[in-house]
């Protein structure tokens, strides 16, 4: 987004500026000079894309001067995930520009969905990665609660599991230091059949 609205995308009017092709025409509509708003807005395969889109910018579809300011409109009008999903179909768009010498030009049904799913998946990726930060969170105040080691001295604690079908033992250790940093982990698994006791 930052790229389209300074202009800086490598679009067949930028490269025809720094001369180094002589064609600008749209490779897709061939109507007007490949310019940024006009791939990611104006272009009338573009465009089939965005009506796929949310009511509010199918709304303000129409001619705009700048890419600038067609975010600008966005940022204004937009709820925020309908805003994640404008940026991720924007770099839908773009990305499927870049094939078009090829033939993989995608439906714009399926670039819409692309762009829901890759913001799933981004969000869930985002949980997980909260999810990770409170767990570790949590092992700390744990930490605090227990007994500390003496300076000097480090703690082990460990635990061992038993999958009986599997016939696998896994056992996992962890390392802190009198401070209650963690120092490192270990999980190891091996191939014994035993009880939980003598996994210990
Ligand atoms: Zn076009």
Not at 89 to 108: C, E, M, V, Y
Not at 129 to 152: M, V
Not at 165 to 187: C, E, P, R, V
Request: aromatic share 8%; hydrophobic share 35%; glycine share 4%.
């Amino acid at each position: 987004m930052w790229k389209a609205c300074k202009d800086v995308l490598p679009t067949l009017s930028n490269m025809w500026k720094r001369k180094i092709i002589k064609e600008v025409e749209c490779p897709i509509c061939k109507r007007v000079p490949e310019i940024a708003e006009h791939v990611l807005w104006d272009c009338d395969a573009t465009k089939d894309v965005w009506s796929q889109g949310c009511k509010r910018n199918q709304k303000m579809s129409g001619h705009r001067s700048s890419f600038l300011e067609i975010w600008s409109h966005m940022i204004k009008n937009l709820q925020q995930d309908e805003l994640d999903e404008a940026v991720m179909t924007a770099g839908l768009i773009w990305f499927r520009r870049n094939l078009i010498h090829g033939k993989d030009f995608s439906h714009p049904d399926s670039l819409i969905n692309k762009a829901r799913e890759e913001i799933q998946i981004f969000k869930h990726s985002q949980e997980r990665q909260h999810k990770k930060s409170d767990a570790n969170e949590e092992s700390c105040c744990l930490w605090k609660k227990k007994k500390k080691p003496h300076e000097g001295i480090y703690k082990l604690n460990w635990d061992a599991t038993i999958d009986r079908a599997a016939g696998k033992i896994s056992i996992g250790a962890i390392i802190w230091d009198s401070y209650g940093n963690l120092i490192g982990t270990l999980i190891a698994p091996h191939s014994l059949s035993a009880n939980p006791f003598i996994a210990e």
